[in-house]
């Protein structure tokens, strides 16, 4: 029997005793894909297809109103009720309150770790993406170059922070990989790689970045996460 929601007359859930991922591999819609893989909750994921406007129809919507991936749908949620949630970054601390993974119960290390994720989720994300669609996509097409001059020098800096900060580290939080990791993982890769921006942020100058992002694409619990919803 299907859950009752409107998102499953459009996606039937064909194991709806699992928690439902309504995503893409986008940077995002990546995030919730390996925190699932890495901590081992059995889910079943969802293509949303955001170029034929598919976040934007009425029963995503009813999941999502601001119509954006990645969503979720957990029949198993707080005290046995079903949640849906959207928002990557609350998801992925949902996903570690819900498993006890990957963020840490000590007060002073967990909101670390919500600092670094609120710093990927109200810096990186938006400036990479705007490097993104002046460098790659319809902006690129903009005679006046100081837009993407001014995100790839925003870009550039952003990296020179999480770079000193992996200084010594093998985490942004040291020993242990956790949900900063995974909440920027995405991004970094897409930014040299998707957005082909490696030349004009300067990016091989990062080396601990470099170094980081290296073994965090190595991890198999990333692997399979990258492919989620493809």
Same mark, same amino acid.
Do not use: C
């Given at each position: 029997?299907?859950?009752?929601?409107?998102?499953?007359?459009?996606?039937?859930?064909?194991?709806?005793?699992?928690?439902?991922?309504?995503?893409?591999?986008? /940077?995002?819609?990546?995030? %919730? @894909?390996?925190?699932?893989?890495?901590? &081992?909750?059995? $889910?079943?994921?969802? !293509?949303?297809?955001?170029?034929?406007?598919?976040?934007?129809?009425?029963?995503?919507?009813?999941?999502?109103?601001?119509?954006?991936?990645?969503?979720?749908?957990?029949?198993?949620?707080?005290?046995?009720?079903?949640?849906?949630?959207?928002?990557?970054?609350?998801?992925?601390?949902?996903?570690?309150?819900?498993?006890?993974?990957?963020?840490?119960?000590?007060?002073?290390?967990?909101?670390?770790?919500?600092?670094?994720?609120?710093?990927?989720?109200?810096?990186?994300? /938006?400036?990479?993406?705007? %490097? @993104?669609?002046?460098?790659?996509?319809? &902006?690129?097409? $903009?005679?006046?170059? !100081?837009?993407?001059?001014?995100?790839?020098?925003?870009?550039?800096?952003?990296?020179?922070?999480?770079?000193?900060?992996?200084?010594?580290?093998?985490?942004?939080?040291?020993?242990?990989?956790?949900?900063?990791?995974?909440?920027?993982?995405?991004?970094?890769?897409?930014?040299?790689?998707?957005?082909?921006?490696?030349?004009?942020?300067?990016?091989?100058?990062?080396?601990?970045?470099?170094?980081?992002?290296?073994?965090?694409?190595?991890?198999?619990?990333?692997?399979?996460?990258?492919?989620?919803?493809?």
């Amino acid at each position: 029997m299907l859950p009752d929601h409107p998102i499953f007359a459009r996606w039937p859930a064909r194991h709806p005793d699992r928690l439902q991922l309504f995503s893409l591999p986008t /940077p995002n819609g990546v995030k %919730v @894909g390996i925190m699932l893989e890495e901590t &081992g909750l059995a $889910y079943e994921a969802h !293509r949303i297809d955001i170029a034929a406007n598919e976040s934007h129809e009425p029963a995503f919507l009813a999941l999502n109103p601001n119509g954006k991936i990645p969503a979720i749908y957990d029949p198993h949620g707080p005290g046995g009720r079903p949640l849906a949630l959207f928002e990557s970054g609350a998801i992925l601390i949902y996903l570690a309150d819900k498993t006890g993974q990957l963020l840490s119960t000590d007060p002073a290390a967990r909101y670390e770790t919500i600092q670094w994720l609120m710093w990927q989720m109200g810096g990186v994300g /938006p400036m990479f993406g705007q %490097v @993104g669609f002046f460098n790659k996509f319809a &902006g690129k097409e $903009y005679a006046d170059k !100081r837009p993407l001059e001014r995100y790839a020098k925003e870009s550039a800096r952003l990296l020179g922070v999480l770079d000193a900060r992996l200084a010594g580290r093998d985490w942004v939080m040291g020993d242990g990989y956790s949900i900063a990791d995974i909440s920027l993982l995405g991004w970094v890769r897409n930014l040299i790689g998707f957005y082909e921006a490696r030349e004009i942020v300067s990016f091989d100058r990062y080396g601990h970045v470099r170094r980081w992002l290296e073994q965090g694409l190595a991890r198999p619990g990333v692997q399979r996460g990258l492919k989620a919803a493809a």
